[in-house]
């Protein structure tokens, strides 16, 4: 039973300390989160890698994403498929609405006020008169088509000053700055979260990986103490 025991501790205690092992590294990536001395001494490996590498880590991932990620190119073809074209149209086309009703209402209280207040004369009037009687019997056409005509014009116009506009707004838009000034700003615990959230099941193989290699070369050196 002895002899049993003693050729088990080897792989058992190489288990547990690559268990251990890997456990404290994954933990160290993160904590201590800041600075610890002990009389005045920095002790060793505080802060955790993480909150001492934070700024150097944001920079890099802000790199990857401003070269991979978020392009220039990229940000200009998600823009072009959001339907921004649509929506635009659609918006122009209710502005034109409103300014082409205020306009014909304008002209037919101007040419009643004209008449009422007798500032025309006879001839004038009638022509008034039937003027106001074609546009009450043909206004939606006469307005279908000037919002039809206004609508192509405007549309044409402000799409070709996007156009133009776009890649200088893009080009203007520091990306790399934002993405450090998050990373810098986010709380180093929910930092913490996040990570290792998404990747608890990788960090737990990780972890038992290292209990196996333990077992494993405490195996070893069993069997080479059993051999020789």
């Given amino acids: 039973m002895e002899n049993i025991t003693h050729y088990l501790i080897p792989p058992l205690l190489g288990a547990f300390i690559g268990y251990i092992t890997n456990y404290l590294a994954i933990k160290m990536l993160f904590r201590p989160f800041n600075e610890k001395n002990i009389f005045g001494f920095k002790v060793p490996f505080t802060p955790g890698l993480i909150p001492k590498r934070r700024e150097e ?10 070269q991979h990620l978020l392009t220039k190119e990229k940000l200009h073809k998600l823009f072009e498929e959001s ?5 635009l149209k659609s918006r122009i ?6 300014i082409i009703e205020e306009m014909f209402k304008d002209m037919q209280e101007t040419l009643r006020e004209g008449i009422s207040l007798g500032k025309i004369n006879v001839k004038a009037t009638v022509i008034a008169v039937a003027f106001e009687k074609f546009i009450e019997k043909a206004g939606d056409k006469i307005k279908e088509k000037l919002k039809r005509q206004m609508l ?12 133009e506009e776009l890649p200088l707004v893009l080009a ?6 934002m993405v450090i000034e998050t990373f810098m700003e986010m709380d180093i615990q929910t930092l913490e979260k996040i990570v290792i ?5 990788q960090l737990k193989h990780i972890t038992y990986t290292g209990a196996i290699l333990g077992f494993l070369i405490g195996l070893i050196q069993t069997i080479y103490i059993f051999i020789f």
Avoid: C
């Avoid at 880590?57 to 401003?66: G, L, N, Q, V, Y």
């Avoid at 192509?152 to 156009?163: D, G, L, P, V």
């Fill in 197 to 201: 959230g998404f990747s608890e099941k």
């Fill in 93 to 98: 086309e209710i502005i034109l609405d409103q």
């Fill in 57 to 66: 880590i944001a920079t890099a991932i802000a790199d990857t994403i401003e």
């Fill in 152 to 163: 192509e014009r405007a549309s044409h116009n402000i799409e070709k000053n996007i156009e």
């Fill in 83 to 87: 339907g921004y074209k649509e929506r």
């Fill in 172 to 177: 203007q838009l520091n990306i790399k700055k």
